[in-house]
């Protein structure tokens, strides 16, 4: 029978003489099946390693079992050190040249460093649970972003399965080329997936033989050397430190990152562990720190032992390289091997802590055993696993793995740096991480993500996009005590202190809306009128005022406060609430306005109602004139409950012209009619004279105003003819929907009387009618 070597490339497999032997692939297989089914015989050290490392520390058989280097530390390294490393180093380096792979393996060491030291940062706050960087992203960011993230990334991990068991059966027919991969690969999977189901305990106990072989495997490719007419020195100055080639800087880093994602298989185990807090720190950043000299090195020693040329055309280099090729296999294998039970024990978890938060039906987070085996989630991953084989080779689901796993490595950096910038009190790690660096390596992976591919990008954005929002409409606003509030009250705080260090300009003023309305259930339409003055240009607060004893209605007080909210936000979503005790409604009121904001930013306007029968008619008149006095323009409804709004078809502005109130009146119109529900509202300026000759200066004077203030409105001046202004203003807006019309404030508490008298005589009639009083810093002509 003819040796095997006689059906393979003998220059491929062999090092030296020494061809592949049918008793080198009975040792392969040996070391492969004691892999996999060596639990038994490492049981004792699998049971020293599973325990944390205090002393006198027992094993435990519930969920927390596994310490750092079980838990963590092994998932990691041995999902870094997988398919990649073998199989496409070599080429990456063959394609682009040996100084920019070095780039490509710093920059992904800097970009997975900064995520475990974010990582670390927030371990170190708060213990962090099943689902691992999904845990971490929904506690920090809110649900939505959690689950805009920890979707795609369960697909990231399951697809990682696929890459994994794919790089397996590509070493594989380098043996038997003739086999068909995509059942192999699916028999893998398979066996797999039933180790898994099994429990986490053997997969995790095949991980110590597997990175054995790993490691002998190392020792066998770093002491080998393909070149032994040239010493090492010759071969250094033979370098090929730059290729010009068809592959992209860009296209190379696609296809070497997934190399470096494995540092979220031991985060994704944080349910199964003893601390995760003590655990996941130092577990994740060992990991990286031997996979960075790992990495750096591969390419370096591949560099010398062979030109550009081979590398790029030769997937199986670092065979050639190696001294003994068995451990190279079996290095290969247990590596991919181990790197595929690392993404279908993490994932799965991942859809539990999903599933658990009700963002995925809850079938998914069903657990079975005493340890809460997620089986239900490994046959989901299975099933994705398995349509991913179909989809290719390593280079196209390699990109697609570094889409997904780019995404969560920058929102966990943003979730930390946002952490440590929002300052909250409760954020204290006891691993310290400046914000820079963690909103720098957020940065960084979104700006990599672009570079790589920039369609891919907007399509994962959009993707996550479609996640967040159909997860904000089902009402899935879950707090977790995460950091939103906390973000929120800092960028709010940031905007405020740049507010102040801003001066006022009368074309930056914007409606900041108070409405003291009394009973809302009385007045809504005081709500339903300030918000389409402010739509979404200011701030509305609608202030309902408990008259009586502070002490005595502060148990009703907390019941209705939060009630009126609820309300309020139920009908009007951009409206705040607040319910007040005050002794006296009209000396309160004016504390509420005077005091009502914070900083710069305080209402500028106060919208109330017109009484038709006033307790306290001097009260009144006070209020009014002292919020004049606090520089608060005044807005007062008189509602016509019989014509309400009318059809919304036509304002009429009634303009007298001296009291200084006819640039805000032009810029009510304009915002009511800038409401959708106003929009086809014809304006009409309206004001009185007494002599033809007044009335052509005055339809010229207003016509010059609304062609500065920009403000489509017709002029209408009316000629007196002897009747009184209440009888013109009845007549002439009988039509209409809506008037705005200027306040004139009574001189002194002694014209309260006349004042309320005079006013009823001109509203009496009227459609619904705003009385306006403007301001004294209030610029007319700037503002519109």
Same mark, same amino acid.
């Given at each position: 029978m003819p040796a095997l070597s006689d059906h393979l490339n003998v220059e491929l497999f062999r090092i030296s003489a020494t061809p592949i032997t049918p008793l080198t692939l009975l040792t392969l297989a040996f070391v492969l099946v004691l892999g996999i089914f060596a639990g038994p015989l490492v049981r004792g050290l699998a049971a020293r390693a599973l325990v944390s490392e205090q002393p006198g520390a027992v094993a435990s058989r519930g969920p927390g079992r596994f310490g750092t280097f079980a838990g963590v530390f092994t998932p990691s390294i041995l999902t870094i050190l997988g398919v990649v490393m073998y199989l496409r180093v070599g080429r990456v380096t063959g394609q682009v040249g040996l100084a920019p792979m070095l780039i490509i393996v710093v920059i992904s060491h800097l970009i997975t460093f900064s995520t475990g030291l974010s990582v670390a940062s927030i371990a170190t706050n708060r213990t962090v649970g099943v689902g691992g960087a999904y845990y971490i992203i929904s506690r920090s960011l809110g649900a939505p972003a959690g689950a805009a993230i920890g979707i795609p990334l369960f697909f990231g991990q399951a697809l990682s399965v696929t890459f994994y068991i794919v790089g397996f059966t590509e070493s594989l027919t380098r043996l038997f080329p003739h086999i068909p991969q995509q059942t192999v690969s699916s028999l893998v999977l398979l066996t797999l997936a039933l180790i898994s189901l099994k429990s986490a305990d053997l997969a995790l106990k095949v991980q110590f033989v597997v990175m054995a072989a790993?490691?002998? @495997?190392?020792v066998s490719f770093f002491g080998g050397w393909a070149r032994p007419e040239m010493s090492l020195v010759d071969a250094a100055r033979h370098i090929d430190w730059f290729v010009e080639g068809e592959t992209s800087f860009a296209e190379a880093f696609a296809v070497f990152f997934p190399a470096v994602t494995g540092i979220m298989a031991g985060v994704g185990m944080s349910g199964d562990l003893k601390d995760p807090r003590r655990a996941i720190p130092k577990g994740t950043l060992l990991a990286i720190a031997v996979g960075f000299v790992i990495y750096l090195s591969f390419p370096i020693w591949l560099a010398l032992n062979a030109p550009a040329s081979e590398l790029a055309r030769d997937n199986t280099i670092v065979w050639r390289v190696s001294r003994f090729h068995a451990l190279i296999y079996a290095g290969v294998w247990g590596a991919t091997l181990s790197s595929a039970v690392g993404s279908i024990l993490t994932a799965p978890r991942t859809l539990q802590a999903l599933a658990g938060d009700g963002l995925v039906p809850r079938i998914f987070g069903r657990g079975y055993g005493p340890n809460n085996e997620p089986r239900v989630g490994v046959v989901m991953t299975y099933a994705l696993a398995q349509a991913g084989i179909l989809m290719g080779g390593l280079d196209v689901i390699g990109p697609v793995l570094t889409m997904f796993f780019l995404a969560t490595y920058g929102l966990i950096n943003l979730a930390c740096g946002l952490e440590r910038w929002a300052a909250s009190p409760s954020f204290r790690?006891? +691993?310290?991480?400046?914000?820079?660096v963690s909103v720098g390596g957020g940065i960084a992976c979104i700006y990599v993500m672009g570079i790589i591919n920039t369609p891919a990008m907007i399509a994962a954005a959009l993707f996550c996009g479609f996640i967040y929002v159909v997860t904000q409409r089902r009402a899935l606003n879950?707090?977790?005590?995460?950091?939103?509030?906390g973000i929120w009250s800092a960028i709010v705080r940031s905007a405020l202190q740049r507010l102040r260090a801003t001066e006022f300009h009368p074309l930056n003023w914007r409606p900041n809306l108070l409405i003291l309305g009394g009973d809302y259930e009385k007045r809504p339409w005081l709500l339903q009128l300030g918000s389409i003055v402010v739509q979404d240009?200011?701030?509305?607060? +609608? /202030?309902?005022?408990m008259t009586g004893d502070i002490e005595a209605l502060a148990p009703s007080w907390r019941k209705e &406060? &939060?009630?009126?909210?609820?309300? /309020?936000?139920d009908q009007f979503p951009n409206v705040f609430a607040r319910l007040e005790v005050v002794t006296d409604k009209y000396r309160g009121a004016v504390s509420i306005v005077q005091a009502y904001g914070i900083g710069h930013l305080e209402a500028n306007t106060v919208m109330l109602g017109w009484p038709n029968k006033p307790d306290n008619l001097v009260d009144y008149v006070k209020m009014l004139r002292d919020m004049a006095a606090l520089d608060r323009s005044l807005l007062i409804v008189n509602y016509n409950s019989r014509r309400k709004l009318g059809r919304k078809r036509r304002i009429d502005v009634w303009w007298g012209g001296l009291q200084g109130n006819g640039g805000l009146m032009l810029l009510m119109a304009y915002l009511i009619t800038?409401?959708?529900?106003? @929009?086809?509202a014809s304006v009409? /300026? &309206?004001?009185?004279?007494?002599n033809e000759d007044q009335r052509r200066v005055a339809i010229g004077n207003i016509a010059q105003v609304l062609k500065g203030a920009r403000v489509p409105a017709e002029p209408v001046v009316l000629l007196r003819e002897g009747r009184t202004i209440p009888e013109i203003m009845h007549a002439e807006s009988e039509g209409a929907d809506l008037a705005i019309a200027g306040l004139r404030m009574p001189r002194d508490d002694g014209d309260a009387l006349a004042f309320y008298e005079r006013m009823n005589l001109l509203l009496d009639d009227m459609p619904t009618t705003i009385?306006?009083? @403007?301001?004294?810093?209030f610029e007319s002509e700037p503002v519109l």
């Open positions: 790993i490691g002998l @495997s190392l790690p006891e +691993f310290q991480v400046p914000a820079l879950t707090t977790y005590g995460d950091a939103r509030h240009r200011g701030i509305v607060t +609608f /202030i309902e005022l &406060r &939060r009630a009126l909210d609820e309300r /309020i936000h800038a409401h959708h529900e106003w @929009s086809t009409r /300026i &309206r004001t009185i004279v007494e009385l306006v009083h @403007s301001a004294r810093n």
